[in-house]
């Protein structure tokens, strides 16, 4: 219940507090710790934080977010915030990896396993996570970019919410750094989702929930399963590719907002098992900006299939959509091999 802060342009309030705090840290190691039965933050890394490592943790039965990354920029009146985020005075390049995650959000919904706002270049990987009232991994805004989420087991997510999903992500804000390409520029760097195992029950709308202008995301060789729908990008989103996915038993593969060229979406080579017959995916089905789609399988419970209000065959014949072959639900053992040689499971 103490004063709330806004961390950037995603829906999220914040204490800037936790049961352990760190700022002006370089070198950092949280290792083989038990965080239990805090009412708020397990740990928060605010401003000028480098090369810090998190790693062999449990979190249970917190009130509010397990670990929370929190940056400051210039720019305005108001200390701490603004569009100039070059002074690098934010946590980057951080390791949250290996961690055991479950029972948060019991006070503070708005809350997840990792949270990470006006920071980049950070590496999630290998956690477990279940339990939570929202994502299990946010990103509230598109600052500097070069982070990467892999190898990471989440399920039971959105238990408390009817939207995202067990990953989300906003870019509602401009900021300004050098990570791109060395010079200040607005525009972020690519980040990385692979290799993940996410399953969107609890009726989750999407498996990755690029929402509100997310972009420059890579999201391929990962299992998603249940969702309404498998990759999501809208207001304003651009530049984000699905690719090497299997999206099993969703509503539909995807779901893209109208873009400008140059900077379209792509989804190709993946595996979408949907739950009904019909549309796969609502692209972006004319002018410059079409969504790029093509060579994907799509196995529905009678194998039919349709784009832009066609048949796959007639949207196909027009010369769209290359490669992509659509047939009946395998059975499971030919879908849990398929999931098995994608994320090299022996």
Known sequence: MDPHGMPSGGDWALERT????????????????IFEVLDGNGIMISGYNRFGNITTNEFRWLGSTAIALWGYTSGTDVPGMGWDGTDGNQPRNMSIMYNFVHELGIWEKQSSFY?????????????????????GINFNDG??????????????????????????????????????????SPEKDWDYIYSNFM??????????DNDDGSNYYK???????????GMKNDFGGHDNRHYNNIYAYVG???????QLKG???????????????GNYGTPTCSGDGKTVVHDNKIYTPNGKVTECKMSLAEWQAKGND??????KWPEDDVLIKMIADLLSLS
């Not at 399953?199 to 990755?208: E, F, G, R, T, V």
């Open 143 to 184: 600052f500097g970019g070069q982070s990467t989420v892999a190898e990471n087991l989440q399920f039971n997510t959105c238990r408390e919410s009817g939207d995202h999903g067990p990953f989300n992500s906003w870019d509602r804000q401009v900021f300004v750094t050098k990570v791109r390409n060395g010079t200040a």
């Open 263 to 277: 900077h379209e979406d792509y989804f190709y080579n993946n595996t979408v098992v949907q739950t009904s017959d």
């Open 322 to 327: 290359p490669g992509t072959i659509a047939g």
């Open 252 to 258: 539909t593969g995807f779901i893209i907002n109208g």
């Open 219 to 229: 999201t391929h060789d990962n299992f998603f399963a249940y969702s309404s729908r």
């Open 115 to 135: 949270f990470q706002a006006k920071s980049c270049q950070n590496t999630i990987m290998g956690n477990i996570n279940f339990n939570g009232p929202r994502a």
């Open 199 to 208: 399953i969107a029950n609890y009726d989750s709308k999407l498996a990755i």
């Open 18 to 33: 936790g049961a352990l705090f760190f700022e002006g840290t370089e070198n950092l190691l949280i290792e083989s710790c």
